[in-house]
């Protein structure tokens, strides 16, 4: 494992001095640059380790010193210094775990109601809005690519495409059947209801990654539905694209501009195809669209926010939190980093590469 370290470092040193080089070109530039990054934290930890390691040999050798203040300190100085090692040692194993190469990149966000019509719909919106403040938190950028609203506060269904740093690498576990316990306000008898919400989280494609032959879609346009701005439903502005091989529908209606609405569906459709490629080619370890969506049944379930008691239930690693408003206005950090903690820990487990 040290040997393959070593290597990775020369790498590193090697980028390094390519970078500094000026007759390459700009393309070079750009990969070579992507690989440097890559590469930082994995070297930057690997450096402090040996460096921690060649100290503690020195703290280790003043032990015998015939000073006994020094012999003291340098006793406290080992203890300090077998901790960061072990420390260090962690996040190597962390690091050098195979990278999703999906991590890296934006997201297209569905969330749907599931069961518990009004009401789910209704927390349907809620979850949209804990995920943009979410984004807003962390500094990404939120675009609203296709809504189906009920016209009563509610969400039918929203999709979103979320742009910003390593935003599939937190988001990922978000997907699947989120359940919501509370006492709806159109219920008289103050009796609590259940309800689901599901979360689908693909990874943005590119065009250079999905292969969609022209003559494989229909693309219908039509006059928008619901409500909207007084030139929405007068228009042939709507798009709604079909994916023949896969029956794969996407409907866009929020913009003015049918061209507008077509490049958004066509962003949904390469989400969608790239995950159900994925799924396929990783069938065994990949948690893609269709096992995140289920049925949205209620006995389905990921997340239970449970309004009464303030409580937010991950059931997946038995993590329970009683700050359920914070989680509401986006506060999400503490549950995506147990969840990423929980994923790190089970892939060691199953991992030989361990220093």
Not at 230 to 236: G, Y
Not at 340 to 352: G, R, V
């Amino acid at each position: 494992m040290f040997k393959k370290l070593e290597q990775v470092e020369k790498r590193f040193e090697d980028l390094e001095r390519k970078l500094q080089d000026p007759t390459i070109g700009p393309n070079d530039i750009r990969l070579f640059s992507k690989e440097h990054a890559d590469l930082r934290e994995l070297v930057d930890t690997y450096r402090q380790f040996r460096q921690a390691e060649h100290d503690l040999m020195a703290s280790k050798e003043l032990l015998n010193d015939s000073d006994a203040e020094m012999r003291a300190f340098a006793k406290e100085e080992a203890t300090r210094l077998e901790l960061e090692i072990e420390s260090l040692t962690k996040a190597l194993n962390v690091l050098l775990l195979p990278k999703d190469p999906n991590d890296e990149k934006n997201v297209v966000l569905e969330v749907r109601a599931g069961a518990g019509g009004d009401e789910a719909a209704l927390f349907a919106f809620e979850m949209y809005r804990m995920y943009q403040r979410y984004a807003e938190k962390r500094g990404w950028k939120l675009e609203v690519l296709s809504t189906n609203s009920t016209g009563l506060g509610g969400l039918k269904e929203i999709t979103t495409l979320i742009s910003g740093d390593r935003v599939f690498s937190r988001l990922k576990n978000e997907g699947g059947v989120h359940r919501v316990q509370r006492v709806p306000d159109t219920e008289t008898q103050g009796r609590v209801h259940t309800s689901t919400v599901t979360v689908a989280v693909l990874p943005e494609a590119e065009e250079v990654e999905v292969n969609i032959n022209p003559n494989e879609l229909r693309i219908d346009v039509m006059r928008s539905g619901g409500s909207g701005g007084q030139s929405v439903n007068t228009t042939d502005s709507a798009v709604r694209i079909t994916h023949l091989p896969t029956n794969t529908v996407v409907v866009c209606q929020d913009e003015k501009s049918q061209h507008k609405n077509k490049d958004k569906a066509m962003k949904i459709l390469r989400a969608r195809l790239l995950s159900a490629e994925q799924e396929k080619a990783h069938a065994a370890e990949s948690a893609a669209r269709r096992s995140m969506v289920g049925t949205g049944d209620r006995s389905e379930r990921i997340r239970t926010y449970n309004f009464p008691q303030s409580r937010c239930t991950d059931h997946r690693i038995g993590l329970t939190v009683h700050n359920l408003p914070d989680i509401m206005q986006g506060d999400l950090d503490g549950v995506v980093e147990a969840l990423i903690a929980y994923t790190q820990a089970e892939l060691l487990k199953n991992s030989s590469s361990v220093l």
